[in-house]
């Protein structure tokens, strides 16, 4: 009897030990950084479920047991898992050093602007917005003179201001603008129009065939224009421009030899 009465005394010992062993105690912590935004940091016992933030010191208080996983986390630095050991618990205490975070845009893919017009089905949606100049040519009367004073006396649109855009003579201005604009867009065309052509029959074919010097290629072609080439490579009559070539190119040998 009485040695079972000193059993249970060793046995009620050992699990009070065991129960103190596992119960948590309360320790302080402190973080640090090389950033200074240390408050409203979260420490989270992801073992007991318990969590805590740290205040603008970044220091904290938190009830914790060896072998419980803290979790401390912040979006403006990277997360962090400190597992507490028995010096942690002697000492009561638990330093943390945190890495700023890093953060990388991901890749991003710049599309072209979508026109919200057409996507709304408005009318005029595909047509190319108006130049500066266009705008102002259309914002005023294309009538005569005599006509633009008529309308201002009877009280038409533009008045006054129609009136000074023709007499100042800016509307002359920028009808010759206009004129000078369109000419260049129009040479232009003309110029990738005949790269085009030699780049399809190849310089070859104009020497070699035709007897064109290759400093005329480009005038010979120019010099073809009224016999509608370009509408016929649009359609890839290809031979019917060919045919043209042949049959002009005497005339324009003739008018070279002409020259000299």
Do not use: W
């Amino acid at each position: 009897m009485k040695s079972n009465l000193i059993l249970y005394f060793f046995v009620t010992l050992i699990c009070f030990e065991v129960s103190a062993q596992q119960e948590r105690v309360l320790i302080s912590g402190e973080i640090s950084s090389e950033s200074n935004a240390l408050e409203n940091i979260h420490i989270i016992n992801k073992t007991s479920k318990k969590a805590t933030t740290s205040d603008k010191n970044g220091v904290f208080k938190i009830r914790v047991k060896e072998g419980d996983e803290l979790l401390i986390s912040a979006i403006q630095f990277k997360n962090e898992i400190i597992i507490i050991n028995s010096l942690n618990i002697k000492l009561l205490t638990i330093k943390i050093i945190l890495e700023k975070e890093v953060n990388s845009l991901d890749e991003v893919t710049i599309e072209k602007r979508r026109n919200m017009a057409g996507d709304l089905g408005l009318p005029n949606a595909g047509k190319k917005p108006l130049t500066k100049l266009e705008s102002r040519l259309n914002a005023h009367t294309k009538a005569s003179l005599p006509v633009a004073v008529l309308l201002t006396l009877i009280g038409g649109a533009g008045g006054i201001d129609n009136l000074y855009y023709i007499i100042s003579g800016d509307r002359k201005k920028d009808r010759k603008l206009t004129n000078l604009l369109q000419k260049d867009k129009n040479e232009a065309f003309k110029k990738e129009q005949r790269q085009n052509i030699r780049a399809r029959l190849t310089d070859a074919f104009f020497i070699n065939t035709l007897k064109i010097p290759v400093q005329e290629i480009d005038d010979f072609i120019q010099y073809c224009d009224s016999k509608n080439i370009d509408y016929l490579l649009s359609k890839n009559r290809t031979l019917e421009v060919i045919d043209v070539f042949i049959k002009e190119s005497p005339n324009f040998l003739k008018s070279l030899n002409d020259k000299k």
